[in-house]
């Protein structure tokens, strides 16, 4: 089976791990710090807090960003369901932004139009979740600018976008948002098995951040305690435990360094996918600027959704995992169940019925991407 994404672990990897397993720290060591320190300087962020999930990293950087019930979070519904949930476990209120669907991300002008109209009623939102799907950026210099005009903060889920650029810079470096999120999941472009990191350029956020990882507990003597003495420990916020292990933090150290091969290599097959791929098989092709997406996913768009279910069910025969990214979070029954209605972002419902997520990850081959385009361009579709 050739599937739509996969983790590549070489011996360097495993040697990593294995390195940590033979000291006395499996979690809380010295481990963690460094794969902080490499993530927050691959992407220019001033600070990087690693975490146990991208969802735990969601959950905090909301509760880092003072997200409670009577909130209002918006978010992107061509996403997974972390996006959203993370602010519903604060107890916030969750609304979504249709999309533009030659990116799958947010549309700024309805952004721009939805905050119009929500300026009116005084139902702004104090949070907005971007997400830049499948690798590429949203349009940061537009959403801080509608951030700064209608005051509310920015987190960018980045998920799948490490190693990512943006007007030339990478994504992480949060000059146009508050906090960036990374997923270090197993199928994502650098994997810990599961982990995430959250980016910010205030050390106050950095410090939230890293007490609510830890039971909101703090080494630190608090000026207005008298000490017991040394092994005194104050916890001053309902914090969890999300820590990551020293084990995850060595994969992801070491996966780290291989990331400029990983994105050539990711950049090389999407490259081929498109020079092969007929219009007759597919109706539209992934096109971000080659050197500015992380290619973490790679959707094509069928010409209606019969022809994306045969395409889908052809390569499924022939050991093919495609993949269908995503079908509207709303869609969810939990979302239903909170009153959102199919039509609600028509853009994104588009999206969903016709897109197709072609295998693309580091030990994909040529000739695998051949094998996939001959089996779509050979379709007998209508
Ligand atoms: C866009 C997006 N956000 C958040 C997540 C959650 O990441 P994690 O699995 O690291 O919690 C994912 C994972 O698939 C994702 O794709």
């Keep these: 089976m050739i599937p739509y994404a996969c983790p590549d672990i070489n011996q360097d990897d495993i040697a990593a791990v ?36 991208a969802t735990a990293a969601l959950h905090l950087s909301c509760l880092a960003l003072q997200v409670g019930p009577g909130s209002r979070v918006w978010t992107s519904p061509n996403t997974f369901v972390a996006s959203a949930n993370c602010a519903r476990y604060c107890g916030a209120e969750v609304d979504f932004v249709d999309i533009d669907a030659t990116t799958g991300n947010l549309s700024v002008p309805l ?27 949203c349009e940061m210099a537009e959403v801080a600018k509608l951030a700064q005009q209608y005051g509310f903060k920015v987190i960018e889920d ?26 270090f999941h197993a199928v994502k472009l650098v994997a ?19 007490l609510l990882r830890s039971h909101g507990i703090t080494r630190e003597q608090g000026a207005d305690e008298a000490s017991d003495g040394p092994w005194c420990y104050q916890q001053q916020l ?24 990983f994105l050539q290599r990711r950049r090389q097959l999407a490259a081929q996918y498109t020079a092969l791929l ?24 069928c010409h209606n959704a019969e022809v994306r279910r045969y395409h ?19 869609w969810q029954p939990y979302y239903r169940a909170l009153g959102f209605e199919r ?8 999206y969903y019925a016709t897109a197709l997520t072609l295998p693309m990850h580091s030990r994909l081959t040529g000739a695998d991407v051949e094998q996939i385009v001959e089996i779509l361009n050979s379709g007998e579709v209508a």
Excluded at 168 to 174: A, F, K, Q, S
Excluded at 192 to 210: F, K, S
Excluded at 281 to 298: F, G, I
């Design 312 to 330: 889908f069910e052809q390569l499924r025969a022939n050991d093919i995992a495609a993949n269908v990214h995503y079908i509207p979070v709303y």
């Design 192 to 210: 810990c098995g599961e982990g995430g990191v959250a980016c910010c350029a205030d050390p106050e956020l950095a410090e939230r951040v890293r």
């Design 343 to 350: 039509g609600y972002c028509p853009q994104a419902e588009s």
């Design 111 to 137: 952004l721009a139009s939805k905050l119009a109209v929500a300026d009116q009623h005084g139902t702004l939102p104090h949070v907005l979740i971007v997400v830049h799907f499948a690798g590429q950026s």
């Design 18 to 53: 294995v390195a940590v397993l033979q000291t006395d720290w499996l979690t809380q060591g010295p481990v963690v710090p460094r794969f902080e320190r490499a993530v927050a300087d691959y992407c220019q962020a001033s600070f990087a807090v690693a975490v146990s999930s």
């Design 238 to 261: 309902l914090g969890f435990n999300y820590r990551m292990t020293e084990m995850q933090a060595a994969l992801g150290l070491s996966q780290l360094a291989r990331l400029p091969q």
């Design 278 to 301: 007929s219009p007759d098989a597919v109706l539209s092709l992934q096109t971000p600027e080659a050197e500015a997406s992380a290619w973490h996913l790679y959707v094509v768009r």
């Design 158 to 183: 980045a998920s799948h976008a490490l190693g990512a650029c943006y007007q030339g810079e990478p994504v992480g470096n949060c000059r146009f948002s508050d906090i960036t999120v990374f997923s």
